[in-house]
């Protein structure tokens, strides 16, 4: 006889609250967007809706390629640098790339409060502080994942794969430290040729 109450499955793993509440964000984001387009469209005209719109295309469309720029002319610089043997030195202006290239991309999405987002990310003062909230929230996550019951697996991947190869094989070690007869004496050929 049951209650009419069920009990959670212990095998199926809980949602996310993300997972759960972004595409329920999503869809009053894209509400919200339409919404106010009809309210700017009806008290100026369509004419001045679409200039909006095709103003914020444009804006975007400029300060992401600025970003780009700016962020492959640091490139080219570290390695350079990298390449006369000089360490790089961190560079002020080279942080806020990424926050203007989204904030040129949300400018590029149409729609006023995407675009008024994006006008935010462009303000200095705003990327810093988005810049160190995101930081922190990375470092408090991958705190946390290495706490977890795959920490291990994490921190043996850092450790493991620093150049992304992994070669499986088994290391015999020979105890009484002598030469078998037929092992090569002297230089070892290439491995490839």
């Keep these: 006889m049951t209650t009419g109450t069920?009990?959670?499955?212990?095998?199926?793993?809980?949602?996310?609250?993300?997972?759960?509440?972004l595409p329920l964000g999503v869809a009053v984001w894209l509400v919200l967007e339409?919404?106010?387009?009809?309210?700017?469209a009806g008290a100026a005209n369509g004419l001045v809706g679409l200039l909006v719109l095709l103003a914020g295309l444009a804006l975007g469309s400029v300060v992401v390629k600025r970003?780009?720029?700016?962020?492959?002319?640091?490139?080219?610089e570290t390695l350079q640098q990298?390449?006369?043997?000089?360490?790089?030195?961190?560079?002020?202006?080279?942080?806020?790339?990424?926050?203007?290239m989204l904030g040129g991309l949300l400018l590029i999405i149409p729609?006023?409060?995407?675009?008024?987002?994006?006008l935010l990310l462009l303000v200095p003062?705003?990327?810093?502080?988005?810049s160190r909230y995101a930081e922190r929230t990375l470092e408090r996550k991958l705190r946390e994942a290495t706490r977890g019951p795959l920490g291990d697996a994490f921190r043996q991947a850092r450790i493991h794969r620093p150049d992304g190869k992994v070669v499986q094989g088994e290391?015999?070690?020979?105890?009484?430290?002598?030469?078998?007869?037929?092992?090569?004496?002297?230089?070892?050929?290439p491995l490839s040729r």
Excluded: Y
């Excluded at 970003?67 to 080219?76: P, Q, S």
């Excluded at 990298?82 to 203007?100: I, K, Y």
């Design 67 to 76: 970003a780009g720029r700016r962020a492959f002319k640091n490139l080219a």
């Design 6 to 21: 069920q009990t959670p499955n212990p095998a199926r793993p809980r949602r996310s609250r993300l997972r759960t509440l």
């Design 34 to 40: 339409i919404w106010l387009l009809t309210v700017v």
């Design 125 to 130: 003062p705003v990327q810093k502080a988005v």
């Design 82 to 100: 990298q390449q006369d043997g000089v360490p790089a030195e961190p560079r002020p202006n080279s942080e806020g790339n990424g926050l203007m």
């Design 111 to 118: 729609g006023l409060l995407s675009d008024a987002v994006g």
């Design 171 to 189: 290391v015999i070690r020979d105890e009484t430290g002598a030469v078998p007869d037929d092992f090569p004496q002297g230089p070892r050929p």
